[in-house]
């Protein structure tokens, strides 16, 4: 049986991206019964993920081995040591951590799960951070979670510590911005304190450091942080990191903890596609009170496309109109309240523009757009410029195939394939990809 | 083209009565209910095109708690409610990042900032992570004025002054001098005094053209 499970992993290991085997098929367990295998998941996402994906493939690989049934269950397991997590001598906070004990962990308590919507676009990173938030320090560790800015980044893994605080409400949380812990260094520096500095940081049960790029270049701050985080790491408590890049890819960073950040799990954030967009909206108004019409909120969604604080601005935007004029907010209102920074925008995007963006940011000639040179170096951002054309511009495929040298458009039409198919396998496209899209979308 | 500017003084500081409202009404009325703290959006961001009265209203609103952007500006933590920082996009990227720390920080403590931007937050070239929570908050166009606009505010103008300036000789101005809005109100105070010592009540085109004559211009960067 555990032949069966082992050669089962290895398959499906061979199938799968990494990150996803290990967010979702390590943590399985099997176990062996009469002609069926029960394999147990540690919570009911994984159960749930598994279930609606995975489950036939590994259900006809168990037929393969004369396996007849898989039984799919949630593991009984204890909260990973609670009383080890509290039992920690708390040192003293240093001066400088906030006054109000209920405000020490520095988290906004409207950051929760229940207000982050989800979609495809953010799915890996809201599991792993709810399987954190049920398993702190246990299942992955660090959490390292990455994308543009305005993404959702912070709400997520506030909304980490949040649950985490309700459930056991003594524990030691601490959020805080990147730049926040590089001034704590200073000041540890200036005042000769590093050993409260020190004795604070590693005693805290859930730290969440949001936006690490900006230990970039900073040597002591990188020393001290890694001291914290071997500490907690090692002892089981949970860290959580977010940035604007990959982890490799983030510059001046030690080697040392660029690989550490990678022992737990990284996930990427996108940028939200049109449906969760629109739920955003949504949502965003009702809770403010404000019933937002599906017709409005498709429009604003469909138009501001970049990120979701650009989206939650647009929002306020057009509920300050509506309370301006003293009107309900209406489609025609919301166009007209727009109507400045939507007629930017379609000024910037213009087949022209996307290849003059892309031709700049690979550092190419616009002409190599149009020229019939098929090498790679040339080819690549020519079908990224093809492909960002179609998800931009209202143009046809001819149109575009036409604007790229008078190419046909089944030409377009492979680029565009290809480029998708590049984005799921590729991270370094995915992300270029991205990054286009959110500069020319503004 | 050359621009020609005047080596006269500044004027008084702006007033928020003498803003000509313009197509402006909501954003004026948004900025007198943020200052009051009555304004729903805490975070403003006013952005257009230089002339346009950004500044203007900026300084009018709350004169102690303006700062004008420049590459060596910093801000440090401070606990005030209110801070207006006029044209973010002459940050240095250091300075972008102390208004970045303190942005957070108002956000965390109730406090309220009013920014200013020649474009919409989006297509700042800045910090993304500022230039991303400007954008979270209340953005709005402050739009220039047109030609009648102008005139008419030529006119208000004059009469806060206590000249007085008909029509044709606003008329004059637009097609005889640079037209934003700063320009035009730097001639206007020149015009005053020219009034003053000719004592005149009334300005007319041909004391225009005396002024305009007498003036010394010179290229902008000079």
């Known amino acids: 049986m555990n032949d069966f499970w082992g050669e089962t992993l290895d398959q499906i290991r061979s199938e799968l991206p990494e990150q996803q085997f290990t967010t979702w098929i390590k943590p399985l367990q099997a176990e062996m019964g009469d002609g069926f295998v029960t394999l147990s998941a540690p919570n009911r996402f994984i159960l749930q993920w598994v279930k609606d994906r995975y489950l036939s493939r590994i259900e006809s690989m168990a037929r393969l081995n004369g396996i007849h049934a898989i039984k799919l269950v949630q593991r009984n397991e204890a909260p990973p040591s609670s009383n080890e997590k509290t039992s920690h001598a708390y040192a003293e906070p240093l001066d400088e951590t906030p006054k109000q004990a209920d405000n020490r962990h520095r988290l906004n308590p409207n950051f929760t799960f229940s207000t982050f919507i989800g979609g495809k676009a953010n799915q890996l990173a809201r599991a792993a951070a709810l399987q954190v938030a049920e398993n702190p320090g246990a299942a992955y560790n660090p959490l390292f979670i990455y994308g543009g800015v305005g993404l959702g980044k912070t709400h997520l893994i506030q909304a980490i510590g949040n649950q985490i605080l309700e459930r056991q409400p003594n524990a030691k949380v601490r959020y805080m911005h990147a730049e926040k812990y590089v001034s704590d260094v200073v000041r540890a520096y200036q005042h000769k304190s590093f050993d409260s500095f020190k004795r604070y940081y590693h005693s805290l049960d859930l730290l969440m450091i949001d936006d690490i790029q900006f230990f970039g270049g900073k040597a002591r701050t990188q020393e001290e942080f890694f001291f914290a985080f071997n500490a907690l790491v090692e002892s089981h408590r949970q860290v959580i990191i977010t940035c604007d890049s990959f982890p490799k890819e983030i510059a001046g960073m030690e080697e040392r903890l660029i690989s550490r950040f990678g022992w737990g799990l990284t996930v990427a954030i996108e940028p939200p596609e049109l449906e969760m967009r629109v739920a955003i909206l949504i949502n965003k108004a009702r809770l403010e009170g ?5 017709n409005v909120a498709f429009f604003i969604a469909k138009h501001i496309r970049s990120n979701v604080r650009e989206l939650e601005g647009a929002l306020k935007r057009v509920q300050a109109y509506a309370r301006f004029t003293g009107d309900a907010i209406t489609l025609q209102s919301a166009r007209e309240s727009l109507k400045d920074l939507l007629a930017l925008q379609h000024r910037q995007i213009s087949i022209e523009n996307i290849q003059k963006t892309v031709a700049d940011y690979y550092k190419i000639k616009v002409g190599d757009m149009f020229s019939k040179k098929r090498t790679r170096a040339l080819a690549r951002p020519r079908q990224m410029a093809m492909a960002l054309a179609k998800d931009i511009t209202n143009l046809s495929l001819p149109d575009i195939g036409e604007a790229f040298g008078g190419r046909d458009h089944t030409t377009v039409l492979h680029a565009c394939r290809k480029m998708q198919e590049l984005c799921e396998n590729d991270n370094t496209i995915q992300r270029d990809f991205l990054a286009l899209q959110q500069i020319l979308n503004g | ?63 102690g708690r303006y700062v004008a952007c420049t590459p060596d500006t910093r801000f440090l933590p401070d606990p005030d409610p209110l801070l207006l920082v006029d044209d973010v996009a002459r940050l240095s990227p250091e300075g972008a990042v102390t208004l970045f720390h303190r942005y957070n920080e108002r956000r965390d403590e109730g406090a309220r900032l009013l920014a200013s931007g020649p474009c919409p937050p989006s297509q700042l070239s800045l910090l993304p992570d500022l230039a991303t929570r400007l954008g979270w908050g209340l953005v709005l166009r402050v739009h220039a004025l047109d030609d009648t606009e102008k005139m008419a505010a030529l006119q208000a103008r004059a009469a806060h002054m206590g000249v007085s300036l008909p029509q044709e000789a606003a008329r004059y101005i637009l097609t005889h001098w640079t037209r934003d809005t700063a320009s035009l109100f730097a001639l206007m105070q020149e015009l005053n005094r020219w009034s003053l010592s000719a004592h005149r009540a009334i300005i007319t085109i041909p004391l225009i053209r005396d002024a305009l004559a007498s003036l010394q211009p010179r290229p902008s960067g000079m």
Not at chain 2, 43 to 50: N, Q
Request: with cysteine.
């Open chain 2, 1 to 63: 083209m050359r621009q020609l500017i005047l080596d006269i003084a500044p004027g008084e500081p702006p007033r928020l009565e003498d803003f000509v409202v313009g197509r402006n009404a909501e954003v004026l009325d948004t900025l007198q209910q943020w200052v009051r703290g009555a304004c729903p959006e805490r975070f403003v961001y006013l952005w257009g095109e230089p002339g346009a009265g950004k500044s203007h209203l900026l300084q009018a609103l709350c004169p």
């Open chain 1, 290 to 294: 404000l019933a937002l019409d599906e």
